[in-house]
């Protein structure tokens, strides 16, 4: 069975760094695009960070340019958020997201989400 399991939420200084990691496990044929998403308390899901498989293509939400920084480690089916100048209103739960293919000829793949990881931000 496939999972994504988040890692390294917690409870941080405004201005202060947080390290997201997302570890995907099971058996699959390939780990296509990964991405970070967060949901703040009475707000939607919103896009925070996505990365592709090939080239490494990396899309930021503009609230977070210049300060969260997404990255892989395709050997171990890993993928980052480093999350630097933190401010409260990054506060959020933080859900990891990934295109997963079972097959050589599972051409589309299956969206699978992590359970999330609670990231606050306050002094």
């Known amino acids: 069975q496939v999972q994504l399991v988040e890692s390294g939420g917690g409870l941080v200084q405004p201005g202060g760094s947080l390290r997201l990691s997302c570890a995907a496990s099971?058996?699959?044929?390939?780990?296509?695009?990964m991405g970070w998403y967060r949901q703040a308390p009475g707000k939607e899901r919103e896009l925070v960070a996505s990365?592709?498989?090939?080239?490494?293509?990396?899309l930021y939400a503009d609230s977070v340019k210049g300060r969260f920084t997404i990255s892989r480690d395709k050997d171990k089916n890993t993928a980052y958020l480093e999350m630097n100048s933190l401010k409260p209103e990054d506060t959020a739960v933080y859900y990891c997201n990934a295109q997963i293919r079972s097959g050589w000829d599972d051409f589309h793949g299956k969206e699978y989400w992590g359970k999330g990881a609670l990231v606050t931000v306050s002094s």
């Open positions: 099971g058996s699959f044929f390939s780990l296509d695009t």
């Open positions: 990365i592709t498989t090939v080239g490494d293509n990396t």
